[in-house]
């Protein structure tokens, strides 16, 4: 028989709670660089804007990896 790891009630609400803070960092990181983007494009019109490092296709949902430890496998 294996053992497996049990975590206590609490334990595993403050992994989820601090899954969706990291998830939710990430989403603002995002938005805040797409509002600077627009700003400067704003600003200076004929300056193109950067083009993504990840190759986006339609319909795509960018999905970023969890930092949380027990979440990694």
Request: aromatic letters at 4%.
């Amino acid at each position: 028989m294996t053992s497996r790891v049990t975590y206590a009630p609490q334990d595993f609400q403050k992994m989820c709670k601090q899954a969706e803070r990291d998830q939710e960092s990430k989403k603002l990181v995002a938005l805040m660089d797409r509002v600077k983007r627009q700003i400067a494009q704003r600003a200076n019109p004929e300056l193109k804007a950067p083009e993504s490092k990840l190759p986006a296709k339609p319909g795509s949902v960018l999905r970023l990896p969890s930092r949380s430890a027990p979440f990694d496998r």
